[in-house]
């Protein structure tokens, strides 16, 4: 079936040459290549019923406009710009307000401590015993105590602080979200974003806060349309006001009971796994320790622990090579879901780490940044059908690509690759968990003709290459169902398609 | 046979895991994964002699000094910055001092006004009777007349103005070369590209300049070690002093006799021939004349204009399927050699141009930008073996890409596509012939192990794809040989490759 859009851009090739006479012969081989290439790319094999169809054309009238005027107005489009200048114009967008609306099945990559607005997070700490303060790197810690913290820092109780510095607010808001200004390069980036999770852990990994947090997080996410989430967590140790620590078991057990409170609240909300991910820094004793903890976790919660990865700035960190010896000893039937090739250098350690995952067996790439340049891994991926998170907001904000014109995925989208879009740490620059990277790709990314289809496309590998069971799996796929089917009325019933169709 | 480099990676490979026991498949399956990569990549065909090891070796130690500091300090490494802002670092790095020695065979994407250097450009400026005027949008322009030009602009008499004026060359020579400062987006730097067209234009078409610049073209090609020239020119009419301009046929036959005579004093020069380029904006009545003028042209010059291009901004200006009617009325002979997909925009006009280009059967395509995003097209360029003209430095002032790192031709390096680099233009952002682009593309685009055989494959590439008839080709692959092997002497006794050999 070939959908309205396509029909349009059929058209629009038939006729830009002003009816001036061609001969038949290049015409009819113009659209073979088109035609393959469309044939070959991501969504095409979906097809649209005429609900679908109806929707779509509205959706695409909205695409078109922006995407039209981008390329007559580059400094205009947003994609080419960074996200941390234009996403409040995102937000305004009609194709972002369609996006948003839509079921996007689930989420993949992202972390933990990185997930609830910083506006939220802010509401946390007018908590009672909070005590804030600046490290020498003039970074902000936070910790909840019974009495005054050790004498490492300065602590003081936030509480009295408030009383003496009015601004106090603003500035620990300004410190949860990455600051365009301070960017100078990729390790400078990095560096702040990583100070950033040093501010938010002593926030969130306070136990009472912590329950709070998570379900904050799991609401954000159901607001975005999200079905389940398969979260990348170190399993960090939540501690209580006397400063005990609750053992790592304990810890993620309190995250699962949350997540079971809010699943029976939320019917269709098919819940939270758990990638186990610590940093990627490991000491051989530190690595032994991971080992027995991965264990541990997939012992006490086997089917909501679905996998291991590593975290971290990979062009810094040991590469996935170094530590292969320590993969070797996880137990056979570990699934991992590495972080690979998030890097724009070629023939270094980061971007080998994409053969290392693929020879593990990875179950999905997170990033996959640099995998044009590794062909022989992009075959194992596409027959293998290892799927790869993109993450575009998190890439251009960490500095890998300005202009997401020239994301990678483009070229992954035209070769009809296993993508799903993710969101890596929305919070860190103030995005929804999905909205805003579906936006981006659907805009930036993806060809001008892509469509409804392969919104759809996305949403449907995020059941098929998830962590579901095949039980959950048919679940999700009939829960998704309905909804989509919600989704195709709500967007032909929005204000903006019903004026489309009133003027046409 | 496997070069020094290759060992020196293999070796890395096995010790970079400190020994830690892993499994002999792990490892083998690993080796052969990277293996099967390294064949498949550019250059790997490529066999290297005693000598060339000695070479290579030399070669690569200076280039992993460079790239390895880079990926420890990103700041600091030069693709990854904006070339008008490294140009001086990029011209005393030891790569590039080597690569500025090497035999390059031939320069292919170079367009005809923009080859010669500002510091000899500013030469001519000191030609009797240059008059000079500033226009509305605060553009130079020249003319020289034997009496004052018209009166739509006020021209005066450089000569004159310069004892008025001590900054004045000062500003012409600024106003020859792309400011960095002014660059906001794309189309800003496209209009101030060319703008700069505009100034030089009056001064190279003057006859009697135009014959002191091509020689000083010839001669800055001929030492940045270029065997011959394959230009794209619009045949712009020269004129002389008293207003009158020579016709088209008699203009390009002042620059084949410049050309004659320059060969004739450099034996081991091949000589330059014309891709003949007007720009992409044609009226209906001016395409009309464009056939006329190439096919003038070609019965003029038939060994040496060796087809046919557009030139100019692609997204803005008509498509090649706008144009393909026209194109339609070319003599059935005609090589086309167009510019292509030099966009980062995905299923616009600017993009499907590539479709077009392979549909003409471009021999070669300029830029190929957005190839990646064309699978279908990209299978074709692989099968029929049409070259792809890369212009890295080209790229990026003009706004395509900010970082090399993310330049597509490392996949096109990577599966071993027919490139060669070219440099667009380089004198308006004061880059040397070809040197620039290729140490750019040797360190900033090909993989870190690309060594001596990628360098060794551009230059080959170079002269299978040229527009040379077969006896041509022989003799530049002779001429070619002998040059590569002094430049292999030159390379292991240069003083570098001395004093490494000392130490190690």
């Not at 109806?54 to 078109?64: S, V």
């Not at 056979?332 to 998030?342: L, R, V």
């Not at 023939?347 to 940044?369: C, W």
């Not at 496309?457 to 999700?476: F, M, P, R, V």
Request: hydrophobic share 40%; charged share 25%; net charge neutral.
């Amino acid at each position: 079936m070939i959908s309205f859009s396509i029909l349009i851009f059929l058209f629009s090739l038939i006729v830009s040459n002003d009816g001036n006479p061609l001969s038949r012969s290049y015409i009819h081989n113009r659209m073979k290549i088109i035609e393959e290439e469309n044939k070959m790319a991501f969504g095409s094999s979906i097809g649209l019923s005429p609900a679908e169809e109806l929707a779509n054309q509205c959706l695409m009238k909205a695409k078109f406009d922006e995407v039209d005027h981008g390329y007559l107005h580059p400094t205009e489009f947003l994609p080419a710009q960074n996200y941390l200048e234009v996403s409040k114009k995102i937000k305004n967008s009609v194709v972002y307000q369609m996006i948003r609306k839509m079921p996007k099945g689930g989420l993949f990559h992202a972390h933990i401590s990185s997930m609830l607005p910083p506006e939220e997070l802010m509401k946390f700490t007018y908590e009672p015993n909070l005590y804030i303060c600046k490290t020498k790197n003039l970074v902000y810690k936070f910790v909840f105590s019974k009495n005054p913290p050790g004498k490492k820092c300065d602590w003081k109780l936030l509480s009295a602080m408030r009383k003496r510095d009015p601004k106090i607010d603003a500035k620990i808001k300004k410190s949860l979200v990455l600051q365009r200004s301070k960017f100078e390069d990729l390790n400078v980036v990095w560096n702040d974003f990583e100070e950033i999770f040093d501010t938010v852990r002593g926030i969130i990994t306070y136990r009472p806060v912590f329950e709070k947090y998570l379900r904050g997080v799991l609401e954000e996410v159901y607001k975005d349309n999200i079905m389940f989430v398969e979260i990348r967590s170190g399993a960090s140790q939540l501690y209580e006001l006397d400063g005990r620590y609750l053992d790592t078991v304990k810890s993620v057990e309190v995250a699962f009971k949350i997540v079971k409170k809010f699943t029976n609240e939320h019917p269709d909300f098919l819940g939270m796994k758990m990638i186990y991910s610590p940093h990627r820094n490991p000491s051989p004793e530190r690595l032994k320790e991971i080992v027995q903890t991965y264990m541990q976790l997939k012992a006490a919660f086997s089917d909501k622990i679905i996998g291991f990865d590593f975290v971290g700035q990979e062009d810094k960190l040991p590469s996935l090579y170094s530590v292969a010896h320590v993969l070797e000893t996880f137990p056979a039937d570990t699934q991992f879901f590495f972080h690979a090739g998030e890097t724009n250098w070629y023939g270094h350690p980061s971007d080998l780490n994409l053969v290392d995952a693929v020879l593990f067996n990875t179950k999905r790439i997170g990033h996959g940044f640099a995998l044009p340049k590794h062909p022989k891994v992009m075959e194992i991926v596409k027959n293998k059908g290892i799927a790869i998170e993109i993450n575009p907001i998190s890439n251009q904000v960490l500095k890998l690509v300005d202009d997401l014109r020239n994301h990678p995925a483009s070229e992954f989208f035209a070769n009809n690759l296993p993508v799903v879009v993710s969101s890596d740490d929305p919070s860190y620059w103030d995005a929804k968990s999905l909205s805003s990277d579906f936006y981006e790709t659907f805009v930036g990314i993806m060809s001008r003709s892509a469509d409804l289809r392969s919104l759809k496309q996305l949403a449907l590998n995020s059941i098929t290459y998830s962590g579901l069971d095949d039980q959950e799996k048919h679940a999700a796929k009939k829960i998704f169902k309905t909804k989509w089917k919600e989704y195709m009325d709500k967007l032909t019933q929005s204000k903006y398609c019903t004026e489309i169709n009133e003027t046409s």
